[in-house]
T-cell receptor
């Protein structure tokens, strides 16, 4: 079955550094990948989408890449801030629905 | 427009009881999705509607679960004969008919179900 895998260990970084989160997919080729942010007790919030024919996408301090050879997407937050602390979810689009990974918790310390 | 709303926000029920949740999507959104999320996991797709038509259901969705969207606006998710394994956050999301943004799903705050 199609799978989206994210590092389940929390990522701890210092304010100002770049955070890099990894998303790997197996058993299918998603037409696109999405990244969402989720805060405790709240629903996910859409951040970025990258299509399979795009190598890189940027939005303000966010950058996402899509490598179809490695079957991987990387999500970068530059100049990270404590307010960026949250769980980040990767989701792949299959035929008609989204498959989410478990998410990676990011903790940015001042 | 206040976004996607869900009611109730919390529900505690005894095993064997039926529960119903409601989702009100963003008004112009024609697609509506239901997901379930347990602690430490990502949202798991349950079902989705385009207008009033239920177009897809997860094979993981047991017969005890049923969803409706009678007039293509709000939706309800009912769980019959609840089991402790049904305890989870139930999330609703909606998306726009605009081709350029239809992929972006707007999530509600969720309904947290606890089955005792």
């Amino acid at each position: 079955s199609q799978k989206i895998e994210q590092n389940s260990e929390a990522l701890n970084i210092q304010e100002g550094k770049t955070a890099t989160l990894t998303c790997n997919y197996t058993n299918y080729s998603p037409a696109y990948l999405q990244w969402y942010r989720q805060d405790p007790g709240r629903g996910p919030v859409f951040l970025l989408l990258i299509r399979e024919n795009e190598k890189e996408k940027r939005k303000e301090r966010l950058k996402v890449t899509f490598d179809t050879t490695l079957k991987q997407s990387l999500f970068h937050i530059t100049a990270s801030q404590p307010a960026d602390s949250a769980t980040y979810l990767c989701a792949g689009r299959g035929y008609s629905t989204l498959t989410f990974g478990k998410g990676t918790m990011l903790l940015v310390s001042p | 427009d206040t976004g996607v709303s869900q009611n109730p926000r919390h529900k505690i029920t005894k095993r064997g009881q039926n529960v119903t949740f409601r989702c009100d999507p963003i008004s112009e959104h024609n697609r509506l999705y239901w997901y379930r999320q347990t602690l430490g996991q990502g949202p798991e797709f349950l079902t989705y509607f385009q207008n009033e038509a239920q177009l897809e259901k997860s094979r993981l969705l047991s017969d005890r679960f049923s969803a409706e969207r009678p007039k293509g606006s709000f939706s309800t998710l009912e769980i019959q004969r609840t089991e402790q394994g049904d305890s989870a956050m139930y999330l609703c999301a909606s998306s726009s008919p605009n081709r350029d943004t239809s992929y972006e799903q707007y999530f509600g705050p969720g309904t947290r179900l606890t089955v005792t």
